[in-house]
């Protein structure tokens, strides 16, 4: 790949972690209560970004040379994993972050009286994105597998051959982004998507906390775990399509027989290389901002122009005041005394109940 090429690729793929950063930095700020973040998640995503950066630059850096880790992992296999290593603990520092919301400290027993469904739980759009995220990542690497052959050492899935259209003269041109490289990729998603999937089980799950919106806080939580998938998808998707580009504007000539392959490869490059930096910055602010995402849990009804108090505030709970996540005041969260259980059933609004005693 050349030069300039080489740095319209490192540049793109700055923009996501720059803007992380950049959300972070503002999040951090006094006053910043309304991106849905309390201080123990900004802390544990502070973390999870310098760790997903540190474990990135490691891969790269040492698989850079083809020398490590040697063998079939060796000339750069794990590289293109990268992202998706880095991603991963992204979301294990997410998920340890949303954790450390404080649970009640007095007898009041709380529960959650809207069922947690999928709707609910998550947002619509940061559901297609991350799984737009994972299809493109996914899809493109299949594709780059079943059309890569072996280099000149016989090495699986290296280059890309071309034929040319006397018959006789032919070649290959690496590297390209075939099983060498797509195996560990492919191992990587399934990885991040079984972590994200557990994550967002725990968050679901987890004891209610002294938030009066902490069925929204659990949307949020999810929205941000989907953005984690969302930047790691949509960066190594950058990272493979650059590669598989070069290698099919090699075959896209009409001395070879390729031809045809390589303006198709070239179409889905370029379509899979924009999405991914379309989806991975999205998926930045869904990280760090999630509020500007998941704003409501669908089929609660909130006042038009309540006040809002601090993230932090542990009175919240116990004070009919409206919540710092969210305009309005909470109806998801109810108490009742430790000696009765809520049972469930059908409020005076007609919802339903599902539950209360945890």
């Not at 998941?294 to 932090?312: C, H, I, L, M, N």
Request: glycine share 16%; aromatic share 4%.
């Amino acid at each position: 790949m050349g030069g300039f090429a080489m740095l319209g690729l490192g540049v793109t793929m700055l923009l996501p972690l720059v803007l992380v950063i950049g959300l972070l930095v503002v999040a951090t700020l006094p006053g910043a209560g309304r991106t849905g973040l309390h201080k123990g998640a900004l802390i544990a995503r502070w973390i999870g970004i310098a760790a997903a950066a540190v474990a990135i630059c490691l891969m790269i850096g040492a698989g850079i040379n083809g020398t490590w880790p040697g063998g079939r992992l060796g000339l750069g296999a794990l590289t293109a994993a990268a992202p998706l290593a880095g991603a991963t603990l992204l979301v294990i520092a997410i998920l340890i972050g949303e954790l450390t919301l404080p649970a009640p400290r007095s007898t009041t027993r709380y529960g959650l009286l809207t069922p947690r469904d999928l709707r609910t739980v998550s947002s619509q759009l940061a559901s297609i994105t991350a799984f737009l995220g994972v299809l493109a990542l996914g899809g493109y690497a299949v594709f780059t597998t079943l059309v890569a052959a072996p280099d000149t050492e016989g090495r699986p899935g290296r280059a890309i051959a071309h034929t040319g259209v006397d018959g006789f003269s032919g070649g290959a041109y690496g590297p390209f982004p075939g099983q060498w490289y797509t195996l560990p990729v492919l191992i990587g998603l399934a990885v991040l998507v079984a972590s994200a999937a557990g994550a967002i089980t725990v968050v679901v799950r987890r004891r209610p906390s002294t938030d009066p919106q902490d069925l929204l806080l659990r949307r949020r939580s999810v929205t941000s775990l989907l953005g984690a998938v969302a930047v790691g998808t949509g960066l190594t998707a950058q990272g493979l399509s650059a590669y598989g580009l070069m290698g099919f504007l090699r075959i896209a000539q009409p001395d070879y027989v390729e031809q045809g392959l390589g303006f198709a490869g070239m179409a889905a490059s370029l379509g899979v290389g924009m999405a991914g930096l379309v989806i991975s910055l999205l998926g930045a602010v869904m990280v760090c901002m999630p509020a500007l995402i998941a704003r409501t849990v669908p089929g609660q009804r909130e006042p038009v122009g309540a006040a809002s108090t601090g993230p932090d505030d542990p009175a919240a709970a116990a004070s009919p005041a409206p919540s710092p996540h969210g305009p309005g005041p909470a109806p998801s969260a109810r108490t009742a005394p430790a000696s009765q259980a809520v049972m469930p059933g059908h409020l005076a609004d007609g919802s339903l109940a599902d539950g209360a005693a945890r």
